[in-house]
């Protein structure tokens, strides 16, 4: 039965809160880059709402792995995330895919395309099916990474006698 203790709803707000920062400030800089370097920028790509969905489910990912204590569970650990990426994408947001498609809507003589991916899913175009396939697996790729770094990082202190055990379980 998982019972989220304190500190496990800590690492998901954690999560959410530092997903909602990272991702409004990138999407700040980001569109003002695109405007200050070609004068006018794509719009509507990822920010702040999809971060906090994203990092809440990498904190997730992080208290299911803390949990399991196996390096082995670790690609399962990264399934909250994945299922967010795709909800994401289903509710009309966008992740990097997304947003390059979107770059590549904006600026026409680029040579970027992503409508091939769309293609092999039947679709013509980068549609909502690729959309959602392709930030499932942005999600899952992204949650594995922040997941396992964290479990190898925690296994290191641990095993170098910093001190350092973690949140009490």
Request: aromatic share 6%.
């Amino acid at each position: 039965m998982f019972a989220p203790t304190h500190h496990d709803l800590w690492r998901i707000g954690g999560g959410a809160l530092g997903g909602l920062l990272v991702g409004a400030v990138v999407k700040l800089v980001g569109l003002d880059a695109f405007t200050l370097l070609l004068g006018q920028a794509p719009g509507d790509i990822t920010g702040g709402p999809e971060g906090v969905l994203l990092g809440g489910a990498v904190g997730l990912g992080s208290v299911l792995a803390s949990r399991t204590g196996r390096r082995r569970f670790l690609p399962l650990a990264a399934l909250p995330a994945a299922v967010a990426g795709t909800g994401i994408a289903l509710l009309g947001g966008r992740l990097m895919g997304g947003s390059l498609h979107r770059v590549a809507e904006v600026f026409p003589a680029s040579r970027l395309r992503l409508d091939r991916l769309g293609g092999l899913m039947g679709e013509t175009g980068f549609g909502s099916v690729a959309q959602a396939v392709t930030a499932g697996l942005e999600g899952w790729l992204f949650g594995l990474g922040v997941v396992a770094a964290l479990w190898f990082t925690r296994r290191a202190l641990e095993s170098e006698g910093s001190g350092w055990h973690g949140p009490a379980r």
